[in-house]
């Protein structure tokens, strides 16, 4: 079980990733919207490892399943989604064939 102070310092290092990966996705480029989805379905996989694991663990509270459920779905929903908005983007810069 964690003490109050290591909860605390996670959740200190949870607001400073949320600000920190806001700040970043507010100034990038649109030219490079599409490296960038491929990132976050990257970084979305390993959420994806991650959760499963917690899920599965048998000695796991049932609060920590029910969370690790929810970032499974949540980080599935989030990767298929950013593939197909990519493979969408990318289509938009592929030269149709002329003559046929």
Not at 20 to 35: A, N
Not at 43 to 47: E, F, L, Q, S, T
């Given at each position: 079980m964690h003490s109050a102070s290591s909860t605390t310092d996670l959740l200190f290092v949870f607001m400073l990733a949320a600000f920190?990966?806001?700040?970043?996705?507010?100034?990038?480029?649109?030219?490079?919207?599409?490296?960038l989805?491929?990132?976050t379905n990257a970084?979305?996989?390993?959420?994806i490892v991650g959760a499963i694991m917690i899920t599965g663990e048998a000695a796991a509270p049932p609060f920590a399943k029910a969370l690790g459920f929810i970032a499974v779905t949540a980080a599935t929903i989030n990767a298929?989604?950013?593939f197909l908005i990519t493979?969408?983007?990318?289509?938009?810069?592929k030269t149709k064939k002329k003559g046929g």
């Open positions: 920190l990966g806001f700040q970043l996705i507010k100034r990038v480029s649109p030219l490079l919207h599409s490296p989805m491929s990132l970084i979305a996989a390993v959420v298929v989604s950013g493979d969408r983007m990318l289509k938009m810069f």
